[in-house]
């Protein structure tokens, strides 16, 4: 049913469960099948599937630990440690249970390993103020990936604002 490569048609994203597979959706006839996909963890992340009514699509495998909800949501960011805090505006780009990814506009003093205090308000009903500590785990010019300080602190309300 795959076949491994890069390709020109554009992907369907697919989350890869704890278990290793993965429910695999075909766009034209909506057969969905559970496929094991463990081996393709450290290599392959997209494939060409081929369904049994003859459709030929891709299939992006996610193998995240958590969903990541994508979102445009603005808020500020302090960083936190040696000398006085800076920070500014963010726009928090996605979240997930584990951890948030921000954009900043210019120039910034953030590091890896760096912690910081995000706060934004989400865009449920009840417009919930959130501020969370994170610990910088990658930086690509602009956008930062954060993981969450203390994962066991979710909260109710962002619990539910990022089900998928």
Known sequence: ?????QHDMQAHKSYVKTNGTASIRC???SLVKN??????RDSQHTLKTRC???TVFMVSLDFRRHYRKPTQISGVYTTIGAGPGMGGEMQVDNISHSGV????????PMTVGQKAL???RINDRKQTEITRQVI?????TNEIGCEFANTNEIGKDLGFFIQP
């Not at 049913?1 to 490569?5: D, H, K, N």
């Not at 990814?101 to 910034?108: C, D, I, T, V, Y």
């Open 52 to 54: 049994l009514c003859g």
């Open 27 to 29: 766009p034209k006839c």
């Open 35 to 40: 496929i094991p996909v463990g081996r393709f």
């Open 118 to 120: 995000l706060n934004f």
């Open 101 to 108: 990814a921000f954009s900043l506009l210019g120039g910034h």
């Open 1 to 5: 049913m795959f076949e491994t490569g």
């Open 136 to 140: 910088v785990r990658r930086i690509h």
